[in-house]
Nanobody, 122 residues
Framework: VQLQASGGGLVQAGGSLRLSCAASGRTFSTYAVGWFRQAPGKEREFAAA????????YYSDSVKDRFTISRDNAKNTVYLQMNTLKPGDTAVYYC????????????????WGQGTLVTVSS
């Protein structure tokens, strides 16, 4: 599967953005999808993930209650709605896919998109 992330940009603190992860292929529903982020000088970290059916979301403590992950398998797309953004959310955001179950560890994902930059100004 090939992934393409989009929707990043510059936003003021307290604002919102919605990221999209578009996938190629007709078997998208067999993949769990995760969103990870990497700030300058830091390791890539887990933000959110969603099960194959979309019924089970997972969040890191740092984004829980502010971000919402969802998917539309008919459109081969996963979304990350980000609200109440903080300067600490500034990072390149990557979507990733793996067969079957969602995981929180980047190394467990087989397929990666190219990343989209989110910058939150104070």
């Amino acid at each position: 599967v090939q992934l393409q992330a989009s929707g990043g940009g510059l936003v003021q603190a307290g604002g919102s953005l919605r990221l999209s992860c578009a996938a190629s292929g007709r078997t998208f529903s067999t993949y769990a999808v995760g969103w990870f982020r990497q700030a300058p000088g830091k390791e890539r970290e887990f933000a959110a993930a969603i099960s194959r059916s979309g019924g089970t979301p997972y969040y890191s403590d740092s984004v829980k209650d502010r971000f919402t992950i969802s998917r539309d398998n008919a459109k081969n797309t996963v979304y990350l709605q980000m609200n109440t953004l903080k300067p600490g959310d500034t990072a390149v955001y990557y979507c990733a896919a793996r067969v079957f179950t969602a995981k929180r560890t980047p190394s467990e994902y087989e397929y990666w998109g190219q990343g989209t930059l989110v910058t939150v100004s104070s």
